[in-house]
């Protein structure tokens, strides 16, 4: 048996078993029975299938929606034939039939298919938070009783119809707003999806490939030429150059060698390397800050919506009148003090307020969506619509996020021999020499790449591609015009590199990341919207402060070198001084900072867990989509503001007729859908990102 | 006029058999998308492979 299973690890909180075995010497059904035996039945295990899940409410949802429609529609006929016998004359056994059977069915409306009301009202009475549900419940539950107590008497006035209608209106806007809504990142995924499952143990001659999670600290793993790091560790052989722009967002390679310190996620780009392993899985750096993304996200207070904000207002204001109206009418005509009060109560019941967030956001949702962006909910566009300060990452957000040949000093006949130099790596600066110069048919006969740079012979001719300290390693010397230009060029914020054909040093080349065509124009408009504009980026102080001079737009606030852990600080910071705080990034490095943000905007091409860090995100490339996010969002609440503010005047014509006594059921049953229709209508018709 | 004591219950029996009809299609995920399946015949064709046949396609 023992021999069969080569590693196993057992997760006790979830209760899962992962064995690594190997099959010629046991089948998985053996290993299965021993683990019988020992009275642990195994079972296979399924990752929780949230989109089922997901699925799985969204029907829920429909159906109750579809009830409520269907009881809607046949309480309304029961209520029509009531209004006309009110007025053409209706003989009692008739009317106490439809009365009886509006009971009958409108109680499992408000009980089942309203229920979602009242537990939403009585955990806002328990949080004491101010919610929609609230007043929701209150008029419904009100309506309900004063209208089954008439039933029940034979006389008085019947709501039925209203409260249905009202069910059925609201639970449509609840419907459109789960459609629009996404679930929220784990940090588990994350991980797994950022750094490799499998990992190279060096097993004293042998490479032997395991889980990722299940090599032990201490022991030796290979990372080889383009395959990324799957644990934290220390380098005990090789030296190369490591691809650290997920962690760090800085575009340019970090040569390392023995004694320097690895992080997962980062990608080895030139030679192999052996490292001894310091902490894996969740304790790796990466582990650490996808868990901080997490832990962020969930204490994240929730945002309270204007229309909840609006509702607390209006159950004080509802349950001051109806205690007015109650003692004024009891003093007057008592028979008739508890009717006046219900009515008061059914016809403030906020369907319309209920309604207009929902629908011009999904509306507006919508529309986002067709100009390529995407909210993860309807309360990232009210938090978006008020100004605050809006910090960008620069690598990849603001750049174009990978380095290109700006600027060649010296022989430009070199250029062909680079090329051909440079053409079959994978290094960035060979990258952006295989973009910005032309093809040639030179043949390089051969090539060695080293960290730091390249020595190859191209047409018979020996060509030095790298930076200063390999070229001069490598020639003994460089002559002081290049030393001169190089670093003249690295303090002007670029990356220079020299060329030396034959053991001569010839041109030098210089590269940077190129600043995106829309940014100026994108971060002007966003300033006159009345964001104040920061960049944040763990690129070098001296080449933020090139970009911030060809950005042409004043930026108060422009900070290089921060590590991603000092971005969720500094956000943080900004939010306890009471700042409203807005990060734009794409990369990995940015998602703890996006997560402590009130709202982390993701730009197109942005890592995966980037994605799932961000409130929201674009699907085109460019800055132009977050400044339309935020002028879209503006017009959004505008239109929020006025569908709420129709609602309002409907509420308080009803009141009026309700507390003069002149609202009877049929009024109140026209009154509440003209009331959402003009809503709908204004809601629909907006524009907001179109 | 008394036949509307008959009808009435009727009438909620036929709306009670919509209602029903409704749950069993939303519950067997009829509604699931409703975007998919009318783009679908856009896209070409592929014949089932041999395994795949009396294989629903969503599952």
């Known amino acids: 048996m023992a021999p069969a299973v080569l590693e196993s690890r057992y997760d006790l909180t979830r209760s899962v078993l992962q064995i690594a075995w190997e099959p010629s010497v046991a089948p998985l059904s053996e290993i299965a029975r021993a683990l019988d035996s020992l009275g642990y039945t195994p079972h296979p295990t399924h990752a929780t299938n949230l989109a089922a899940e997901q699925r799985n409410g969204d029907r829920a949802l429909l159906l109750r929606l579809g009830i409520a429609g269907a009881i809607a529609g046949n309480v309304m006929l029961m209520a029509l034939a009531l209004y006309s016998g009110k007025y053409a004359g209706m003989a009692a056994e008739y009317a106490a039939l439809f009365r009886w059977g509006s009971l009958l069915i409108a109680t499992p409306a408000v009980f089942w298919t309203g229920n979602v009301f009242f537990r939403g009202g009585l955990a806002a009475l328990r949080t004491r938070t101010p919610h929609m549900d609230l007043p929701v419940s209150l008029g419904l539950l009100a309506g309900y009783l004063g209208s089954a107590a008439n039933t029940v008497r034979g006389q008085g006035e019947i709501y039925f119809d209203s409260l249905c209608t009202l069910i059925f209106l609201l639970l449509v806007g609840r419907y459109l707003q789960r459609t629009h809504q996404r679930r929220s990142a784990k940090a588990s995924d994350l991980l797994n999806a950022l750094s490799p499952t499998i990992a190279c143990l060096v097993d004293g001659e042998a490479l032997r490939e395991v889980p990722a999670s299940s090599v032990a600290k201490g022991s030796l793993v290979e990372i080889r030429v383009g395959e990324r790091v799957a644990v934290d560790g220390v380098i005990t052989g090789g030296c190369s150059a490591l691809d650290t722009s997920l962690l760090t967002g800085e575009s340019f390679p970090v040569e390392v060698s023995v004694g320097d310190r690895v992080h997962a996620g980062t990608t080895n780009l030139a030679a192999p390397l052996r490292i001894r392993v310091e902490s894996v899985g969740a304790e790796t750096r990466l582990g650490r800050l996808m868990q901080s993304v997490e832990a962020t996200q969930r204490e994240r207070a929730p945002i309270v919506r204007l229309a909840d904000r609006v509702a607390g207002y209006f159950v004080l204001a509802v349950l001051g009148i109806a205690a007015t109206t109650l003692s004024i009418w009891l003093r007057l005509d008592a028979s008739h003090a508890i009717d006046h009060t219900v009515a008061l109560l059914v016809v403030t019941c906020p369907c319309a307020l209920g309604m207009a967030t929902p629908l011009a956001v999904s509306a507006a949702l919508r529309a986002a969506a067709r100009r390529g962006i995407l909210f993860k909910g309807g309360e990232f566009i009210e938090e978006l619509a008020r100004p605050g300060t809006i910090v960008f990452d620069k690598t990849g957000t603001l750049t174009e996020g990978r380095l290109a040949l700006v600027a060649w000093h010296g022989d430009e006949g070199a250029k062909t021999l680079v090329r051909a130099a440079e053409a079959t790596s994978g290094h960035p600066i060979a990258r952006a020499f295989q973009r910005s110069i032309e093809d040639s048919l030179l043949i390089c006969t051969e090539r060695q790449e080293h960290p730091g740079g390249i020595r190859a012979r191209v047409a018979a001719r020996d060509v030095l591609v790298g930076s200063r300290a390999f070229v001069a390693s490598a020639l003994g010397s460089t002559p002081v015009w290049a030393v001169n230009r190089a670093r003249a060029e690295a303090e002007a914020g670029r990356t220079p590199v020299l060329i030396a054909l034959d053991g001569q040093v010839c041109a030098i080349a210089a590269f940077a990341d190129t600043i995106r065509a829309d940014a100026t124009a994108s971060l002007a408009k966003l300033v006159e919207l009345g964001f104040q504009l920061e960049i944040l980026s763990g690129d070098d102080q001296r080449v933020v402060d090139s970009v911030v001079r060809q950005l042409g737009v004043p930026v108060p606030n422009a900070m290089g070198g921060a590590s991603p852990e000092d971005k969720r600080a500094v956000i943080a910071g900004l939010r306890a001084n009471g700042q409203r705080v807005f990060m734009v990034g794409d990369g990995v490095n940015d998602a703890a900072a996006m997560a402590a943000a009130n709202v982390g905007i993701a730009v197109h091409g942005g890592a995966e867990a980037c994605l799932s860090a961000a409130d929201v995100f674009t699907t085109r490339p460019g800055l132009e989509t977050v400044a339309l996010a935020a002028s879209g969002s503006k017009r959004t609440m505008r239109v929020i503001r006025i569908g709420i503010g129709l609602s309002l005047a409907y509420n308080v014509l009803g009141v009026a007729l309700a507390v003069t006594g002149r609202l009877d059921p049929l009024w109140a049953a026209v009154l509440m859908p003209l009331s959402s229709i003009t809503v709908v209508t204004a809601a629909l018709r907006a524009r907001t990102f179109g | ?59």
């Not at chain 2, 036949?3 to 409704?22: C, E, H, R, Y």
């Not at chain 2, 749950?23 to 995920?29: F, Y």
């Not at chain 2, 509604?31 to 629903?56: C, N, Q, V, W």
């Open chain 2, 1 to 59: 006029m008394s036949i509307i004591f008959l009808i009435l219950p009727v009438t909620l029996l036929l709306s009670a058999g919509a209602v029903a009809a409704f749950a069993w299609a939303t519950r067997s995920g009829q509604f699931d998308d409703l975007e998919t399946p009318a783009i679908r015949l856009l896209h070409d064709e592929r014949a089932p492979a041999l395994g795949d046949r009396g294989r629903k396609p969503d599952e």
